[in-house]
């Protein structure tokens, strides 16, 4: 072999290195190592749900136990008013909070992306409208939009996708905003400015690449907030009736009496499986963010 | 929310560009502020516009009214003109502090009555738990990072990520289902309170304890976890090297130095993050039956209640909105750097 | 309280000074000193779980307020307790004139307004004739107006009401009579100065309000002057609670005394607790599963967006052999209420009709599998079947969103029309929406169900052509848009039939043609589920007897009968719950707030780099 590498290939072994220190970083960290760990056994355990168990076992029609019996050798967690088993529910809720926390968190991180690098990059009045635009969205509570947003529009999952990922984005507005002029006032950009290079090829060749990490970390820790705030509105009842998720076992629990029946098996599975999932997501992001924020690496 | 440390970054990422007059700075952030507002009452009357049915229609649905009578209520309401002429009524009104009538929940009473009487519970309720939070945050915060990594920092970085990851209103119910009666459950008053002003006022604070601990368990975490990075931040600063080189002793650098930079993006943001607490407060005041505007906007959400969600949402909105401004004056009034440059 | 404190203060120490704990155990300190308590007699504590809008009698309309104007003002007569018949109340006797279109009282004398002045005919004129000039003084009672000629009051005692044609409730006309001297001043009734007491506080009833507090409380004194005598307690407060939950709780803790519209869960965690007891009453509501079976207004023009599939009898067939009501009733009422038959409830046994072994359609899946493939609704390979036009057989279903009868419904009914090949998509809204989308025909499936009178007119007045709305969607009054002629025929036979027994035979006959077509599934009656703490109240007077509800009545009897049972302790509230739940909670507690621990070791790279 010679020793003479093109440009491409050093381009790809310096990633590939960069790749490579970037998880040693995030794993020389225990906490976010294990959040990493149990949050992906918690996808894959959702994901294969369909493959070891039956959806309609969640149909109160085929509920084969005692209303609100206490956990017992048939059902580990219980049942619920309808005889439905908790621990099913719990897991199978699991899909649709995932689900709800991620493309919430996908559409507001592109939105805010889209938004924050316009703002950065182009200047002028574009930019300025945009910061006011991001900057008023940002001090509007997210969550009382959200249920603003998910009264007005009918009822279901993509509803609260919406009023979630519409609600979320303009702190990673701000936050890409930030990043990007940092990469932006770095001198190898005037020199592809000067080199005649394009909008789109600084803002994808280098500003892109440059903010991504940081989006990423953002991106996890907005999923979190989301799958709090899709069980906060289901809470309120603006929620989706037709799918099991964790906060309409909640909120159901509520509407039926089955706290007045003592039935803690109802209330705690749910709950403890959304503060779970939240601090996975947490420690992920904070994990990330440790790696990739210039301001926290000493 | 914003997490703590997209926190930090946010508040540096404000433009902070020195070189104007500070009345012009005032006046700028002012006018900023009234666009926001305008902004925020245009968005929520198109927005509460977009809802199906015939709120005339839905109004009169128990009682026989005929066609004419239907026809007049129309009128009344303005319902049957162009929508923008029914917003430039709707913005007259609210320059006047009218925000138009409540249709199901107190059918015909002034939605700014109804804000009116509410307003005050909520202020002490989000007041108290912001106040206490920021207290108790910031001082752990500021212990936690002084000793990083001791099992005081891990224990309680701990606890500020959990409560951080907990939804409020399960957080309160599992109070409320855990003390058991040792406060009460609803209100905040109990009607067998003597009426001295001494047994009024601690009757109001024991229906205190529960929603404000609920709200504050979790804001708590919030400014902790803020204060902690951004006082690690500032403890790398050569300046802090340069004062305990002098031979000053580790607390009095903490004191002097560390802590009184760090604590201004962190009380900044504390300002920035209001909107949440009041956010927070809906779902607590739902649970805890707080006679405030949470518990106003639970009740109109299941009518709905559309002229009162409105209201309330307008002037929530609105007053995170000048909450902000106070904040970035704040900010200008306490930062050397900006007042200088 | 102090065990709690301990166990801060001692886990303060163990972990090492964590003077983090000291501002919460500060404020968790304050309910050491025990508000002190205001000298109180004999009170009776209701739960309210709906709200109030206006204490002012004219404008009150939600049922919280209007049960207020009961217990505060006097009517001219009353349903009495063991029938809800007419009885006297203000008006000692009513006499109608031979056409029926002047109808004279006897106004009762002796009778004080709370401010001293006495109570006589000329108050009552003045109401009625308030209620005829002011639009806004028909906001609540509008209805019993609109019909009259005039109203006068020749003397103290007697009021004369002549009426434009005949009015069939002339004998008790629901309005609350106000002191004429305390509202004549009064220009605008819907000032809020009309709710504050100096208005609203002057009353003659059993019952007396001395303070509300807006989302939190009313405050009633005992009539000690009331003509039928002073009520047994001495105050009467309706504390307002969010919901139903919150209530029971604060019944289990003793801090009310009564709560009703309770759903089948709490009614049965309060049976069987010392020294609660429950009352389940007999419902007047039945409670329906609506189909659109194509709408129309009273031109006939089709309204709506209906699925077309419905118009088939077959399909409405097999939808009602596919619901189990029996289930309905066991499952989600858990047994507290009866399997629905007709459209008048079963506790009206004279005109309450039950489908024969011949004429009802039994619950069976495979039968209504046959009928759908017999119609031609043949399934494809996911189980969904399509009609002969290609379409798959989705249905809207869309209830009341609050409810969890409605939600407990939704479920089950989703769960067995898709075993029939049927897919459901539950779409709970809010009241108002609901209200919209049933008067205007936009659903499939509808919960819903309507509150019936003793008399059988009303339940099957929603059923007829006539009460359809006009093509400008006003003016309907119709539940289910049935339009059927042999039932209008039956409907009318009974409204001219006088003798009861053939009457009874006609509204039966109207009931089973009614069933008999699908256009809606009558699931059940559910009884209204109410509770009090038997070890301080007795003698709740229900409305009707034996078997009746003691609050919402319509009348005051249910409080106004309550007797203070004599010294008892009331310490027994915390059950054997108590603990179960503190432990768990504090497991739950150590269990999270351990892992957040031992995750929560961020920065330790960070450090290990410097």
Not at chain 1, 26 to 44: D, K, M, P, S, Y
Not at chain 2, 273 to 289: C, D, L, N
Not at chain 3, 15 to 35: E, K, S, W
């Amino acid at each position: 072999m010679t020793t003479a590498e093109t440009p491409r290939q050093i381009a790809w072994a310096r990633r590939r290195a960069s790749i490579v220190r970037t998880w040693r970083e995030f794993a020389a960290q225990r906490a976010a190592l294990a959040g990493l760990v149990l949050l992906g056994a918690t996808v894959v355990v959702a994901l294969l749900l369909p493959f070891v168990s039956d959806e309609s076992d969640l149909d109160v029609t085929k509920a084969t136990g005692q209303p609100l019996s206490p956990p017992n050798a048939d059902f580990w967690l219980g049942t619920d008013n309808f005889g439905r088993s908790v621990l099913l529910m719990t897991v199978w809720g699991s899909r649709v909070s995932l689900l709800v926390g991620f493309s919430a968190a996908l559409l507001s991180v592109v939105i805010g992306t889209l938004i924050g690098i316009t703002a950065a990059h182009f200047g002028g009045w574009v930019s300025a409208t945009l910061l006011r635009f991001t900057d008023f969205f940002l001090v509007l509570p997210s969550l009382i939009l959200a249920i603003a947003l998910s009264a007005v529009l009918p009822k279901g999952v993509g509803t609260i996708i919406v009023a979630i990922g519409l609600t979320a984005w303009p702190s990673t507005a701000r936050l890409v905003r930030a990043q990007t002029l940092t990469i932006e006032s770095r001198p190898y950009i005037e020199r592809a400015h000067a080199l005649g290079g394009g909008h789109l090829h600084i803002i994808g060749k280098h500003v892109l690449p440059g903010v991504m990490p940081l989006v990423l970390a953002n991106t996890t820790l907005v999923v979190g907030n989301a799958v709090i705030a899709d069980a906060t509105l289901s809470f309120l009842g603006v929620g989706d009736p037709n799918s099991v998720t964790w906060g309409l076992v909640l909120e159901s629990a509520l509407n039926n009496g089955a706290i007045s029946r003592g039935a803690w098996w109802n209330v705690l599975p749910p709950g403890i499986a959304i503060v779970l999932v939240v601090l996975f997501f947490t420690l992920v992001g904070r994990g990330l963010e440790t790696v990739f924020n210039p301001r926290l690496k000493k | 929310m914003t997490t703590p440390d997209q926190a930090a970054v946010l508040v540096d990422a404000g433009e902070h560009r020195g070189g104007t007059g500070t009345a012009r700075f005032v006046l700028k952030k002012l006018v900023e502020a009234l666009i926001s507002v305008v902004l925020v009452v245009v968005l929520f009357f198109f927005l509460f516009r977009m809802l199906p049915g015939d709120p005339v229609a839905a109004m009169t649905r128990d009682r026989a009214t005929s066609p004419q009578q239907l026809a007049l209520l129309r009128e009344q309401m303005g319902v049957d003109k162009p929508v923008f002429v029914q917003f430039g009524n709707y913005f007259w009104g609210l320059l006047h502090g009218d925000l138009g009538e409540s249709r199901l929940l107190n059918n015909g009473r002034p939605v700014a009555d109804m804000i009116g009487e509410r307003l005050w519970p909520t202020i002490l309720l989000v007041g108290s738990a912001t106040l206490l939070a920021v207290i108790l945050g910031l001082w752990l915060g500021i212990r936690a990072a002084w000793r990083r990594d001791s099992l005081f920092d891990r224990t309680q970085t701990g606890i500020a990520l959990t409560l951080w990851s907990v939804p409020q209103f399960w957080l309160g119910l599992m109070l409320l289902v855990v003390t058991n009666g040792l406060f009460p459950s609803r209100g905040m008053h109990s009607p067998d309170a003597a009426p001295d002003v001494l047994s009024q006022t601690l009757d109001v604070l024991h229906h205190l304890v529960l929603p404000c601990v609920t709200l504050l368990a979790v804001f708590y975490a919030q400014y902790m976890l803020i204060m902690r990075s951004s006082l690690l931040g500032e403890m790398n600063a050569d300046y802090l090297t340069t004062a305990r080189a002098k031979g000053l002793r580790d607390d009095l650098v903490r004191r002097r130095h560390a802590v009184p930079n760090a604590l201004l993006p962190t009380t900044t943001l504390v300002f920035m993050q209001i909107g949440s607490v009041v956010a927070g407060a809906v779902t607590v005041e739902a649970v805890f039956s707080w006679p405030g505007l949470g518990q106003l906007t639970y009740d109109a959400l299941h009518g709905p209640d559309l002229p009162v969600l409105q209201g309330v949402f307008t002037v929530l909105a609105s007053a995170v909105v000048l909450m902000n401004l106070l904040a970035e004056l704040l900010y200008r009034v306490l930062d050397p750097r900006v007042r200088t440059s | 309280m102090r065990t709690m404190g301990w166990f801060l203060v001692q886990f303060q120490r163990r972990v090492g000074r964590l003077g983090a704990v000291a501002a919460v155990a500060a404020l968790a300190a304050i309910p050491l000193a025990v508000p002190a308590q205001a000298q109180q007699g004999k009170v009776l504590r209701v739960a309210l779980t709906t709200g109030i809008d206006h204490l002012n009698p004219f404008t009150a309309v939600l049922s919280a307020s209007t049960q207020i104007g009961r217990f505060t003002y006097e009517f001219l007569t009353v349903p009495n307790a063991e029938k809800a018949e007419a009885s006297p109340a203000l008006a000692e006797s009513w006499t109608p004139s031979p056409d029926k279109l002047t109808w004279t009282f006897k106004i009762r004398g002796g009778v004080k307004w709370s401010d001293g002045q006495p109570v006589t005919a000329k108050d009552a004129a003045f109401t009625f004739n308030r209620m005829l000039t002011d639009e806004n003084a028909r906001t609540a009672n509008g209805n019993y107006v609109g019909n009259f000629e005039t109203v006068t009051a020749p003397d103290d005692t007697t009021l004369v009401i002549k009426t434009k044609t005949v009015q069939v409730n002339m004998n008790l006309l629901d309005v609350p009579i106000v002191p004429q001297h305390i509202w004549e001043p009064v220009k605008d009734l819907k000032d809020p100065k009309t709710d504050e007491l100096a208005i609203a506080g002057v009353s003659d009833g059993p019952f007396q309000v001395t303070e509300y507090k807006p989302n939190e409380y009313v405050k009633l004194k005992a009539n000690k002057d009331y003509w039928r005598g002073a009520p047994k307690v001495d105050e009467l407060q309706l504390l307002q609670f969010k919901d139903t939950e919150a209530a029971v709780n604060a019944l289990k803790q003793g801090e009310v005394d009564v709560i009703n519209r309770l759903n089948p869960n709490q009614f049965a965690a309060l049976q069987g607790q010392q020294g609660i007891t429950t009352n389940a009453a007999p419902g007047r509501r039945y409670d329906e599963l609506s189909i659109n079976f194509g709408v129309t207004d009273n031109a006939n023009n089709i309204i709506g967006d209906g699925n077309p599939v419905l118009k088939d009898i077959n399909v409405r067939k097999a939808i009602t052999q596919a619901v189990d009501t029996q289930t309905v009733v066991d499952k989600v009422l858990k047994g507290l209420g009866q399997v629905g038959g007709g459209v008048v409830p079963a506790i009206y046994t004279a005109y309450h009709w039950d489908p024969s072994d011949t004429e009802k359609v039994k619950f069976d899946l495979a039968a209504a599998n046959t009928t759908l493939d017999q119609a031609g609704y043949a399934k494809g390979p996911d189980g969904v079947r399509t009609a002969p036009g290609g379409a798959k057989l989705e249905l809207r279903l869309t209830g009341h969103a609050n409810r969890s009868y409605d939600q407990g419904v939704a479920q089950y009914v989703t769960g067995w029309l898709k075993d029939i090949g049927i897919t459901v998509k539950q779409d709970l809204v809010s009241d108002d929406e609901l209200s919209d989308r049933t008067s205007t025909g936009k659903y499939d499936l509808a919960i819903g169900g309507y509150g019936t009178n003793p008399d059988p007119d009303y339940a099957l007045s929603l059923h007829t052509c006539a009460a359809r709305p006009s093509p400008d969607g006003k003016g309907g009054s119709t539940d289910t848009f049935f339009c059927d002629a042999q039932y209008d025929d039956l409907y009318k036979k009974q409204l001219t039939e006088t003798d009861d027994a053939k009457r009874a035979g006609y509204v039966k006959q109207a009931q089973a043609r009614l069933y008999s077509q699908f256009p809606t599934i009558v699931l059940d009656y559910q009884n209204a589920l109410e509770a009090y703490r038997s070890d301080k109240f007795a003698g709740f007077t229900t409305q009707p007897q034996p078997k009746g509800a003691i609050l919402e009545q319509t009348g005051y009897w249910g409080v106004y009968g309550a007797t203070p049972v004599g010294a008892t302790d009331t310490a027994s509230s915390g059950s054997g719950n108590t603990v179960l739940w503190i432990v768990i909670g504090a497991v739950v507690v150590v269990v999270l707030v351990g892992g957040g621990v031992m995750l929560g070791r961020r920065g330790k790279s960070a450090e290990d780099r410097e």
